[in-house]
């Protein structure tokens, strides 16, 4: 499965950006595609999920700033009240559920830089 993201950029503390991922190929009817980040010298961390039956997730920390969508085989990222600390290369994921093994697939990462 191919990941191919967009929509990131340079923005100023309190505005918002949606990222956009689209994913091609054998994609299976179980999955999950989710956004994670990765800031300069820290761990790559999730940010939000969704499966194919519409099961979010998005962790407390940003949760009421970010939200995730789906339509099918593309997932969105809504950030909204954009602070410096949100800088990082945000990375859309793709993953099976019910394979024996677990497919796992990333994309290419979109900069997303706020400015204070």
């Known amino acids: 499965v191919q990941l191919q993201a967009s929509g990131g950029g340079l923005v100023q503390a309190g505005g918002s950006l949606r990222l956009s991922c689209a994913a091609s190929?054998?994609?299976?009817?179980?999955?999950?595609m989710g956004w994670y980040r990765q800031a300069l010298g820290d761990e790559r961390e999730v940010v939000g999920t969704?499966?194919?039956?519409?099961f979010t997730h998005v962790p407390n920390s940003v949760k009421g700033r970010f939200a995730v969508s789906r339509d099918n085989t593309q997932i969105y990222l809504q950030m909204n009240n954009l602070q410096p600390e949100d800088t990082a290369v945000y990375y859309c994921?793709?993953?099976?559920?019910?394979?024996?093994?677990?497919?796992?697939?990333w994309g290419q990462g979109t900069q997303v830089t706020v400015s204070s």
């Open positions: 969704m499966t194919s039956g519409g």
């Open positions: 190929g054998n994609i299976v009817k179980d999955n999950v």
């Open positions: 994921r793709y993953w099976t559920i019910a394979t024996v093994p677990q497919y796992s697939s």
